[in-house]
């Protein structure tokens, strides 16, 4: 059975630094697409960085030069590393699997990814 487990959540102070992880079991024949989606509160899931098998990542805006994503495939493991956190960086950060070709495009969202892992809590105080 497929499980994606998330980690390194926590608080944090503005300017500070933490490292999420997201370790997958399970067998997928064929993944597409990793990536780091994030929720707020009354706000919609969002993705703030995505990992391809053949191209550069891709980063939400907000996120450009601070978030950087990365995978260890002979640990299983996908990292979100990120820096100079912000209060409104604040979230649960849910690590997600596509296996369909939907998830290159620019324009996709938590619905062209379908497992999940639980999600771990980040705080950012000001």
């Known amino acids: 059975q497929v499980q994606l487990v998330e980690s390194g959540g926590g608080s944090v102070q503005a300017g500070g630094s933490l490292r999420l992880s997201c370790v997958t079991s399970?067998?997928?024949?064929?993944?597409?697409?990793m990536a780091w989606f994030r929720q707020a509160p009354g706000k919609e899931r969002e993705a703030v960085a995505t990992s391809f098998s053949n191209r550069s990542p891709r980063y939400a805006n907000s996120v450009k030069g601070r978030f950087t994503i990365s995978q260890d495939r002979a640990k299983n493991t996908l990292y979100l590393q990120m820096n100079s956190l912000q209060p409104e960086d604040t979230a649960m950060y849910y690590c997600?699997?596509?296996?369909?070709?939907?998830?290159?495009?620019?324009?996709?969202?938590?619905?062209?990814?379908?497992?999940w892992g639980q999600g771990t809590q980040v705080t950012v105080s000001s």
């Open positions: 399970g067998y997928i024949a064929v993944t597409y697409c």
């Open positions: 997600a699997k596509s296996t369909t070709y939907s998830c290159y495009a620019a324009g996709a969202t938590s619905i062209d990814y379908g497992y």
